[in-house]
């Protein structure tokens, strides 16, 4: 079974994270939640509270096959700026291991250095990172390890994609056909 880890920091977008981390567990995929400190507690950008399971400091990366990271503003620059998450980051990119972000995230990734050229990300978070590889064409960018998704809206396009790399095509299918996410590609 894979394993994916799933950072939270307050005012993340709940949307994002919650579609993600069903659509992976419908998918197979073992998802562990972490807080970004001591306080298990993480409140959305949108008042919606959760509990994650472990603190980002307790956090082994050769346990996980992948990290993904959710936006929101503040949850992401909290991410960006957090230093387990950076060395995570930069950990798994090291071991080749994937990597995800949405919407804003990709700024966290950037941070760390480990962004490939091609990327997608919520509109006009491109003019704070790079121009050159920004895709406003697709849901979905997968560019080596890394994997990008644009926002709200494509989460569970997002979510589908991440459950057909670990786990493969028979399971992406399976999940999407129960999701009626016929939308996704």
């Known amino acids: 079974m894979s394993r ?47 509990m994650a399971e472990v603190e980002i400091g307790a956090v082994a990366t050769e346990v996980f096959d992948m990290v993904v990271l959710p936006g929101g503003w503040d949850g992401t620059l909290a991410l960006r700026d957090d230093a387990n998450v950076q060395r995570i980051l930069q950990e798994m990119d090291k071991k080749g291991k994937y990597i995800g972000a949405i919407c804003a ?12 050229h091609n990327y997608t990300c919520y509109p006009t978070i491109e003019q704070q990172i790079r121009e050159d590889g920004f895709s406003d064409n697709e849901m979905v960018v997968e560019d080596g390890n890394v ?37 996704c590609a």
Not at 106 to 116: C, F, I, N, S, Y
Not at 152 to 178: H, M, N, W
């Open 105 to 116: 995230a990709p700024l966290a990734l950037e941070r760390a250095g480990v962004l490939k």
């Open 147 to 183: 994997f990008t998704s644009r926002g709200p809206a494509t989460a569970i396009c997002f979510g589908l994609q991440i459950v057909k790399k670990l786990e493969g095509k028979d399971r992406y299918l399976e999940v999407k056909s129960a999701l009626l996410a016929t939308y």
């Open 4 to 50: 994916v880890l799933v950072p939270l920091a307050d005012g993340f977008e709940e949307i994002e994270a919650v579609s993600i981390i069903d659509v992976l567990r419908r998918g197979g995929i073992e998802v562990i939640t972490a807080s970004l400190g001591q306080n298990l507690s993480i409140k959305g950008a949108h008042g919606v509270v959760v």
